[in-house]
T-cell receptor, first 109, second 112 residues
């Protein structure tokens, strides 16, 4: 069945460091891919999306490219801020929404 | 424009009891999905409602049931509560089933 695999956390970075959170997927057909972010005590917020191969989603300095050949959708940001500290979830749509287990990011000043 | 609203925010129940959680979708959305998020885990899909019918269902027992009303709001009912049902229950709405979902802040359910 469809599934999403994320890199294990937690991840701790210094402010202005480069961020990569790996995400790979297994799916039949051509799913849409998403990154969601969850701040402490809150629900999930859509961060970015890509609906077809080679699409690049971007928002708030974060980027991810839909790579069909490697079945990946890695999240990147060139310079993280303390306010980026949160849990990040990769997700796809198959016959339902599938979420990864989440990667906790802490950015220290 | 109100987003997805859920009630209550917190709930404490004991084993064997029944619980009802409520969700109002974002304005203009007609599809509601429910998720269970255990501590430290990603959301697990429970089911999705569209046009007052259950359209998709995840791997959850029949103790979990739901309803969607004509105004698109929805309820999640869980019977015969188990300790393992303790989790954050998230409601999400969208205009179409495969479009980005907008999430509420969830209901934290604790089973004693």
């Amino acid at each position: 069945g469809d599934s999403v695999t994320q890199m294990e956390g937690p991840v701790t970075l210094s402010e202005e460091a480069f961020l990569t959170i790996n995400c790979t997927y297994t799916a039949t057909g051509y799913p849409s891919l998403f990154w969601y972010v969850q701040y402490p005590g809150e629900g999930l917020q859509l961060l970015l999306k890509a609906t077809k191969a080679d699409d690049k989603g971007s928002n708030k300095g974060f980027e991810a490219t839909y790579r069909k050949e490697t079945t990946s959708f890695h999240l990147e940001k060139g310079s993280v801020q303390v306010s980026d500290s949160a849990v990040y979830f990769c997700a796809l749509t198959g016959n339902q929404f599938y979420f990864g287990t989440g990667t906790s990011l802490t950015v220290i000043p | 424009d109100a987003g997805v609203t859920q009630s209550p925010t917190h709930l404490i129940k004991t084993r064997g009891q029944q619980v009802t959680l409520r969700c109002s979708p974002k304005s203009g959305h007609d599809t509601v999905s429910w998720y269970q998020q255990a501590l430290g885990q990603g959301p697990q899909f429970i089911f999705q409602y569209y046009e007052e019918e259950e359209r998709q269902r995840g791997n959850f027992p029949d103790r979990f049931s739901g309803h969607q009303f004509p105004n698109y709001s929805s309820e999640l009912n869980v019977n015969a509560l188990l300790l393992g049902d303790s989790a954050l229950y998230l409601c999400a709405s969208s205009l179409l089933s495969d479009q980005p979902q907008h999430f509420g802040d969830g209901t934290r359910l604790s089973i004693l």
